[in-house]
């Protein structure tokens, strides 16, 4: 099994990295300041700082990521806090909890983060998509346009095209400029403190349905529990000893696993465009479609174990039967808050797969001696 692992990561690499990458999974990872790294990056390290020149891409994984140099490529990063106050020369999709934009991008930044904030010395000629608690296009001119949807928003830049976002809290600063128009999908109208209101506002009133007036929701959810029971009582000592390798790095996991999420469907469309390879891209197809399913499932189940760990009840090898119904029912209602409901399931789809791969990796068969 880690023969077969190292070899689909090694695939993926080779065919999302143009077959040159420089990995690297130290607690810290720097590029100092007059370094040059001709190649892409690849980082599952906890801190990662770019201070110097990266002529390529850079994959990240991490807690937080600081970037004052240069990237000529495409950023891809999910860390707990990303920062970008040098330049990139491709777009940035970065997922986090606080994401800061203070510098020069030159293709689209698409960033999902309870806080997504734009700062006056920040400068998007491309696209900014966003999925975030709040959004604060605090100064600073994104060249495209804004789409996406944040709990709380805050505009005060310049927008070359049209803004188009789904909000709750919306609040305008005295700088803000959109020519092209602003459309915003509100639950209720705008109160009166939301500040200086641009001539070209476009105000659409949306009630949605509630998620628990859906039979689906249900549906999805007892089906969720039924696998998860059949996995927990079948593979036992393999879902215990899964249990153990995430709880050792939960950060390392949920970066790997990130990284994994982004890697495998390129690595999929690649190998469907060669042709010749399309059965090897169907069978990493279901093997990346079951993982993505089990991913959640196993995510509640260690947060239910989790819990009742904290609640006393230590034993070796306690029954998964409640913590796994505790544990999913906690991570499916929080993955249906409104705005940051989608952070929260990437996160646990991140931190379960990452968990997945980080075993199997590690997994290690018990070779037979021979006698001479």
Not at 303 to 308: E, P
Request: net charge neutral; charged share 15%.
């Amino acid at each position: 099994m880690k023969h077969f692992i190292a070899m689909l990561l090694a695939v993926i690499v080779l065919m999302t990295t143009g077959f040159s990458a420089d990995y690297r999974g130290d607690q810290s990872v720097r590029v100092n300041a007059g370094d040059s790294l001709v190649t892409d990056l690849i980082s599952g390290s906890r801190y990662v700082d770019i201070l110097g020149y990266i002529d390529g891409d850079v994959y990240s994984g991490c807690q937080r990521m600081n970037v004052e140099g240069e990237v000529t490529d495409d950023i891809f990063s999910g860390a707990q806090e990303i920062i970008i106050k040098g330049k990139v020369g491709g777009m940035v999709v970065s997922a986090g909890q606080y994401i800061t934009i203070e510098g020069e991008v030159g293709g689209d930044v698409i960033a999902f983060g309870a806080e997504v904030r734009v700062t006056p010395l920040a400068h998007i000629k491309g696209n900014l998509f966003v999925g975030s608690g709040s959004l604060m296009l605090d100064g600073g001119r994104v060249d495209g346009w804004i789409k996406g949807g944040a709990g709380q928003l805050y505009l005060n830049g310049s927008v070359g095209e049209q803004v188009s976002l789904e909000a709750g809290d919306v609040r305008f600063g005295g700088d803000y400029n959109a020519p092209q128009g602003t459309k915003l999908t509100l639950k209720k109208y705008l109160d009166k403190d939301a500040g200086n209101l641009p001539a070209n506002l476009e105000i659409v009133i949306k009630k949605q349905k509630a998620f628990y007036q859906s039979g689906f929701f249900y549906w999805s959810l007892i089906a969720m529990f039924i696998v998860g029971l059949l996995i927990s009582l079948i593979f036992k000592n393999f879902t215990y000893n899964l249990l153990n390798v995430a709880g050792q790095n939960i950060l390392k996991n949920a970066g790997v696993g990130f990284l994994f999420l982004i890697a495998v469907p390129i690595a999929i469309i690649i190998l469907a465009v060669l042709i010749l390879t399309i059965p090897a891209a169907l069978i990493l197809l279901a093997f990346f479609l079951i993982l993505l399913y089990l991913s959640s499932i196993f995510s509640g189940l260690y947060v239910g174990k989790y819990l009742f760990g904290l609640m006393g009840k230590k034993e070796e090898r306690p029954s998964l039967v409640l913590p796994l119904i505790v544990g999913l029912l906690i991570i499916v209602l929080l993955s249906r808050l409104p705005f940051i409901g989608w952070l929260i399931k990437l996160a646990v789809i991140s931190f379960g797969m990452g968990s997945f791969v980080v075993y199997l990796w590690g997994f290690k068969k018990v070779e037979p001696t021979t006698s001479k």
